[in-house]
């Protein structure tokens, strides 16, 4: 990997890895790691909220089948997690997401691989790894470490099962003006890479519940969600909101490499969907320089 690799070539390339290799993540690594977590900017959402992300090493829980720490199996030879916690409440789980998802990106510029999971571990494992302040729970954690470079045959049926590699097309999910006109990709001009990194970002179960409009004046991307009915019910909170904050991450970090200035912003449009599972959520407006 280069010193310095293209942000938007990582966030194309990068891929769940569920299996890794069984060495330790190198001094080097940790030292860079922990240097941005003790850096406070990095957890700084859009609207000014922070989030938390806690480093746990793995260092117990060892069977002769590997490393576990309530992932249910479904991780091999993890050396690490990063354990997210958050408020049970709309925007901040979105800001919440937008922030561990650029720690992940982060990770995989180091060439570390990671795992979105919120709804296949143990909490109460993790829990007892970490303080929770009282009005906090774990949306979400992901494994750390080197992917294992061939696939398990489970890898490979996991990624088949959840679609991982089938993305929906831009007529499925971005919209020009209004929710009547699908977006065509050659007509998003300067923002057709930042809206194609949201279509390929990660998902849980690989939904892909973000619907983005494109307004006229191509000045504002409104991101909304499709909600899929009673998905996350049982776990106690709405997951796919995590969702929404990945996707923002995606479409922001890729502005930020093109030197696209904008700003998130809360002002409902209004828009008519047609679509009751569908909610607003927030605004891209770009600024004129």
Not at 42 to 53: A, L, M
Not at 54 to 76: E, P, Q, W
Not at 142 to 165: I, N, S, W
Request: proline share 4%.
């Amino acid at each position: 990997m280069s010193a310095n690799p293209s942000l938007i070539d990582i966030m194309r390339g990068r891929q769940s890895i569920r299996t890794y290799r069984t060495e330790s993540l190198s001094e080097s690594d940790m030292n860079k790691i922990n240097t941005y977590l003790n850096e406070n900017q990095n957890f700084v959402g859009p609207f000014g909220g922070t989030g938390r992300v806690h480093f746990v090493l793995v260092n117990h829980n060892v069977t002769d089948k590997g490393i576990k720490l309530g992932t249910y199996g479904f991780i091999k030879n993890p050396r690490a997690y990063l354990v997210g916690t958050a408020i049970n409440e709309k925007i901040a789980l979105v800001e919440y997401a937008y922030i561990f998802h650029r720690a992940t990106l982060f990770l995989t510029q180091l060439g570390i691989g990671t795992c979105w999971m919120g709804g296949t571990f143990n909490r109460t494992s993790f829990e007892d790894e970490i303080q929770l302040n009282r009005d906090e729970f774990i949306p979400c954690i992901t494994p750390l470490g080197y992917p294992k470079q061939k696939q398990r045959v489970f890898d490979k049926a996991l990624r088949f099962a959840v679609k991982a590699d089938n993305k929906k097309r831009w007529e499925q999910l971005f919209y020009d003006s209004t929710f009547l006109t699908p977006l065509i990709k050659e007509n998003a001009g300067q923002l057709e890479i930042p809206i194609e990194m949201v279509r390929l970002g990660p998902s849980a179960s690989n939904k892909q519940p973000w619907r983005l409009v494109l307004s006229e004046d191509r000045q504002l991307c409104h991101f909304y969600i499709q909600h899929t009915p009673n998905y996350s019910s049982s776990l106690g909170y709405d997951m796919q909101l995590l969702d929404m904050g990945i996707a923002m991450c995606q479409f922001e970090s890729a502005c930020r490499e093109l030197q696209i200035s904008g700003n998130w912003q809360i002002d409902d449009p209004h828009l008519e969907s047609g679509n009751e599972q569908i909610e607003y959520i927030v605004s891209w407006k770009r600024e004129n320089k």
